[in-house]
């Protein structure tokens, strides 16, 4: 069955971000070719919608649109100055809201966190929106847990993106939840972007250039990848790139956005998340080939990173079964 997506269009909004979710849903395909996704959008009665940009744009449907959708997507827009002052929810989008089915997913790309948190659906839930206003979200929601570093959060049934490019990386992401790794990464060949970008969205907060900006990690990033199945450690990395493991972790974080033990563990998790989706090693087999050593410790890392054990992430990808026969994780 076709997956229905909403997008939601309110006053203000960004049209390249608009645009993301039918460009990337719409690129998802199954094995016959046939498309994956249905992607509509909607504004509030129907209305022609005033862009950030100057110029309006024309839907098909309203608002009673959200009622039939499996998933509802709330385009970035600049936020209304009342919700920045008093975090209120205006009338109108709280009654769009409540078309919304319990059971349905919702993402907000970018400032639309504003509008989730306002409706109080992020409520102990941890949270994410552009970091030029992570300062008065925090001050206006304090019950989100707000992390300004990462490109999106995913709640399971409330995700929510950081701005611009981060819609894309969690279009991506849901469609590797829906249909595993292949699928996704099929769908971003087709719109010519990375399946996965590195680090969060700390990399793109405006801070001073480091000193020496000449040396970079990214020769030594590379090194890693090709040996994910070494035990490496911090002294290695720091090794490699011919810096002191102080100097070595700081430019890292400045590039990156994340700390190298915290980026290596992710890099060895998506290998093991693609492993298990598109061959049939043993569990075994794909802690070895990851560098998580044994199954024990990748046992561990799954559960406690995404909550189920390698098998039941097999299960749920309608990856193959390992079999006896160990094939090449090439």
Not at 141 to 158: E, K, M, T, Y
Not at 229 to 237: G, K, N, S, V, Y
């Amino acid at each position: 069955m076709v997956h229905r997506i909403a997008v939601l269009a309110l006053e203000g909004v960004l049209t390249m971000d608009l645009g993301v979710p039918a460009r990337v849903f719409n690129a998802a395909r199954g094995p016959d070719g046939a498309p994956l996704y249905s992607v509509r959008t909607c504004s509030l009665g129907g209305r022609p919608v005033p862009t950030g940009e100057g110029f309006r744009i024309v839907v098909d449907d309203d608002e009673s649109l959200l009622e039939r959708a499996d998933t509802v997507v709330i385009a970035t827009q600049e936020p209304e100055e009342r919700l920045l002052a008093t975090g209120e929810l205006p009338d109108d989008v709280a009654a769009a809201f409540a078309r919304i089915g319990p059971r349905t997913r919702v993402v907000s790309l970018c400032t639309s966190a504003f509008l989730l948190a306002a409706a109080g659906l992020l409520d102990g839930l941890r949270a994410t929106t552009h970091w030029a206003l992570c300062d008065p979200f925090a001050r206006l929601f304090p019950r989100v847990a707000l992390d300004p570093d990462v490109l999106f959060v995913d709640n399971g049934r409330i995700l929510t993106a950081a701005g611009g490019a981060a819609g894309i990386d969690v279009c991506l992401h849901l469609i590797r939840r829906d249909h595993g790794a292949a699928v996704a990464g099929a769908a971003a060949r087709r719109c010519v972007v990375a399946p996965w970008r590195e680090g969060g969205q700390a990399q793109f907060i405006e801070h001073p250039v480091p000193e020496d900006t000449n040396r970079s990690t990214s020769a030594t990033r590379q090194w890693a990848l090709d040996r994910l199945d070494q035990p490496l450690t911090l002294d290695d990395l720091a090794r490699h790139a011919h810096m002191s493991v102080r100097t070595f972790t700081r430019r890292f974080r400045n590039e990156v956005g994340t700390s190298p033990q915290q980026w290596l563990l992710q890099c060895r998790l998506n290998q093991a998340r693609r492993l298990l989706e598109s061959t049939e090693l043993t569990v075994t087999r794909v802690a070895a080939v990851s560098g998580f050593g044994d199954a024990v410790a990748l046992r561990k890392h799954f559960s406690t990173h995404l909550g189920l054990s390698p098998l039941a992430y097999r299960r749920a990808h309608n990856a193959p079964s390992p079999t006896d026969t160990v094939r090449s994780a090439s």
